[in-house]
């Protein structure tokens, strides 16, 4: 027990805070989150951090606001999870137990890097050193581009820095009354899908979803296939697009881009990430 | 580069009887994209399928626009509509359809404040028609509640439809 410790900080006299008060475990995938309110009496000044501990397990895992996500459990078995304050002067006793929780297998499907554009615009975005641990990758974007005058502008995508010809994609778009198809071979990059430009309206983004099959594999060429589009409230695009990197190297970084003159605008937003087989 | 798992399962729900509409709400800002999936039926007589309707934040305002590419087997088509007071979530089977329809929705950047939302969906009935839908909600605030509906009129979603609502959150 901790309590009765005090420290002195700048010539005021701190003791240790009072536990929070426990809330609701909530099972995820390995892990259990759990929420808390902070003790409100303002004994020992501000709380700087909290712990969060399993039982059984004593696993632990800190944060500086509710909830805190504790990992690395096991599935299938019952955790409850209390939570202690940490201020200048120590820890606090832990809070009572919370509800059990059992956590569930977890997710397949993984973060791995997020690229935001900001006030001044950028030409191109890269992920690069790409792990080599998932089967496939998936790249969520929401786009805009800066170029005047059109709504209908191609987003590039070039792998491994390969900026010869060898990639070739196929699309069908649909513009609200008619449908294109198109086809291109030999191209120095998947220039398919589509997003507005400066002049279209105002804080429409275009979605693009990039599915990147088998990535890793060094005995097939690779297909990318994605699914986007703009709605503008009268005009606009919705593309499906299969593309095709004529390599059997593994995929180790991807660039997107609008044009070598032409960048994405702020708020723009790229998102990668990575799926596992069994 | 830093992983984590994500793709997480926020709610589910499964009809266990005719219902008007599924709605999630008080939908956390913690993730960056929401994604739906759908899989059920109307209470529309027959055996083809119909708009599946959807609108966010109970916005019934004239706020949504969208642009389809539709194929049914035989012929393809695309239409839009601008100024509406839903977007449509591909389709639902009427209630004698063989097939369930199955429908994805993607909800990009959804909790942002700055920007407009750009809402992709991949929708199929296998016996009637497969689709691809954009969709535009025009307005900048976070969206914190997804309402579906067969048609917010008279006809409802059957019992035994599902429909989960999953959260991806970027790194």
């Known amino acids: 027990m901790a309590s009765g410790r005090i420290t002195k900080v700048k010539g005021k006299v701190l003791d240790i805070p009072n536990p929070p008060t426990i809330g609701t475990a909530t099972a995820g995938g390995e892990s259990v989150s759990i929420a808390f309110t902070a003790d409100s009496s303002g004994k020992g000044g501000p709380t700087r951090s909290y712990i969060a501990k399993s039982n059984p397990g004593n696993i632990t895992a800190t944060g500086s606001t509710s909830p805190i996500n504790v990992t690395g459990l096991t599935v299938g078995t019952s955790y409850t999870v209390s939570v202690a304050g940490v201020n200048e002067t120590g820890t606090s006793e832990y809070s009572s137990a919370s509800n059990s929780a059992i956590p569930i297998v977890g997710s397949s499907y993984e973060s791995i890097a997020t690229i935001t554009v900001g006030s001044g615009g950028q030409t191109g975005v890269t992920f690069s050193s790409i792990p080599s641990t998932f089967t496939h990758l998936q790249i969520r974007c929401f786009t805009r581009d800066d170029r005047p005058g059109t709504n209908i502008n191609n987003l590039h995508l070039e792998i491994n820095g390969d900026t010869t010809t060898n990639y070739g994609s196929h699309s069908i778009r649909a513009t609200g009354s008619s449908l294109l198809a198109t086809g291109d071979a030999s191209q120095p990059a998947i220039d398919v899908t589509l997003e507005p430009g400066a002049t279209a309206t105002a804080n429409v983004f275009a979605g693009t979803i990039y599915d990147i099959l088998d990535y890793t594999n060094t005995n097939k060429y690779k297909t990318v296939r994605s699914l986007g589009g703009y709605d503008l409230n009268g005009a606009g695009w919705v593309v499906f697009q299969s593309g095709l990197w004529r390599s059997t190297n593994a995929i180790n970084s991807i660039k997107l881009y609008c044009s070598s003159t032409r960048a994405f605008v702020q708020y723009s937003h790229f998102a990668l990430y990575g799926i596992k087989g069994a | ?171």
Do not use: W
């Not at chain 2, 639902?92 to 920007?115: C, E, G, K, V």
């Open chain 2, 1 to 171: 580069m830093a992983a984590g798992a994500t793709y997480e399962p926020i709610a589910t729900t499964t009809l266990s009887s005719n219902q008007n509409d599924i709605t999630f709400s008080s939908i956390p800002s913690t993730y960056t994209d929401l994604v739906i999936v759908f899989n059920g039926k109307s209470t529309n007589a027959g055996s083809s399928s119909n708009g599946m309707r959807c609108r966010v934040n109970s916005d019934t305002g004239s706020n949504y626009s969208q642009t389809n590419l539709n194929g049914n087997g035989s012929t393809t088509s695309s239409s839009r509509d601008t100024s509406i007071t839903y977007f449509e979530f591909g389709e639902i089977a009427q209630t004698d359809n063989t097939a369930p329809s199955q429908n994805i929705m993607h909800i990009m950047n959804y909790a942002n404040t700055t920007t407009f939302k750009t809402i992709l969906c991949r929708a199929d009935t296998a016996t009637v028609v497969t689709k691809a839908i954009v969709s535009l909600y025009r307005s900048t605030n976070a969206i914190t509640s997804v309402t579906l509906s067969r048609d917010f009129g008279t006809n409802q979603i059957k019992a035994g439809s599902t429909a989960t609502l999953y959260g991806i959150a970027a790194a």
